[in-house]
C-alpha cells in the first residue's frame, strides 16, 4: 500500500514561533487532508488539499502532487497549537502517517 | 448538528466478551468509516461505508463486523475481544472528501 511519512516526529516550539510540517507520500494520490488531534484525542480536520496552497488564520498548507509532498505552516505559534498533526492520503481510503508531535510552550 | 457522535466513551471488556460501538451522524453523509488508533501512531481504516446497505473491508478487518442498516447509523461489532484490540476507536463521516469525526472510544480488553 502507499506509504505516508510525516517530519519531524516531534517537535517543540516556543510560543510566538513558526514551524513546518512535512508529509512525503508514495504514490499518486486523489487528495489529501490535515487534521489536528488535540491532547483530549479530538480530530479536527484542517484543510482538504490535493493541490496548490490554501490558508486558514495562522495556518496554511501546500501540496506538490507532482512531487508528492504537503507541507503545513505553523506561524507564531500558541500553545492551544499543542498536539498531533497528521497527515492523511486518499487513493480509494485514507491512509495516515504516524503523526507530528508538536508541543508549544509559553 | 451534533456531528458525528459515539458510545460509549470508555469500556473495559474481559478477553472473549463481545461489545458493540455506536456510531451515529445527522449530517446526511453517505460516507462512514471507523478506524482504530494504537498508542503513537496514525489512524487505520477498519471498515467503511459508501451507503445504507453497502459496507467494506479496510485495512484491518479481522475480529470486527459492521452493518448500514441506514444513513445515519454505523454500529462496530467486536464479537470474541482479544487484549490486541485494546486501541481507540474514531468513527467518522463525509460527504465525499473532507471526513468528519467523532469524539472517539476508548477499549480495553483484560
Known amino acids: 500500500g502507499i506509504q505516508v511519512e510525516q517530519s519531524p516526529p516531534d517537535l517543540i516550539l516556543q510560543e510566538g514561533a513558526n514551524s513546518t510540517l512535512r508529509c512525503n507520500f508514495s504514490?499518486?494520490?486523489?487528495?489529501l487532508q490535515w487534521f489536528h488531534q488535540n491532547p483530549w484525542g479530538q480530530l479536527i480536520n484542517l484543510f482538504y488539499i490535493p493541490s496548490g496552497t490554501k490558508q486558514n488564520g495562522r495556518l496554511s498548507a501546500t501540496t506538490v502532487a507532482t512531487e508528492r509532498y504537503s507541507l503545513l505552516y505553523i506561524s507564531s505559534s500558541q500553545t492551544t497549537d499543542s498536539g498531533v498533526y497528521f497527515c492523511a492520503v486518499d487513493t480509494n481510503r485514507l491512509a495516515f502517517g504516524k503523526g507530528n508531535q508538536v508541543v508549544v510552550i509559553p | 448538528n451534533a456531528g458525528v457522535t459515539q458510545t460509549p466513551k470508555f469500556r473495559i471488556l474481559k478477553i472473549g466478551q463481545s461489545m458493540t460501538l455506536q456510531c451515529t451522524q445527522d449530517m446526511n453523509h453517505n460516507y462512514m468509516y471507523w478506524y482504530r488508533q494504537d498508542p503513537g501512531m496514525g489512524l487505520k481504516l477498519i471498515y467503511y461505508?459508501?451507503?445504507?446497505?453497502?459496507?467494506d473491508k479496510g485495512e484491518v478487518p479481522n475480529g470486527y463486523n459492521v452493518s448500514r442498516s441506514t444513513t445515519e447509523d454505523f454500529p462496530l461489532r467486536l464479537e470474541l475481544a482479544a487484549p490486541s484490540q485494546t486501541s481507540v476507536y474514531f468513527c467518522?463521516?463525509?460527504?465525499?472528501?473532507?471526513?468528519?469525526f467523532g469524539p472517539g472510544t476508548r477499549l480495553l480488553v483484560l
Open positions: 504514490d499518486s494520490v486523489n487528495n
Open positions: 461505508s459508501v451507503g445504507a446497505g453497502i459496507t
Open positions: 467518522a463521516s463525509s460527504p465525499g472528501g473532507t471526513q468528519y
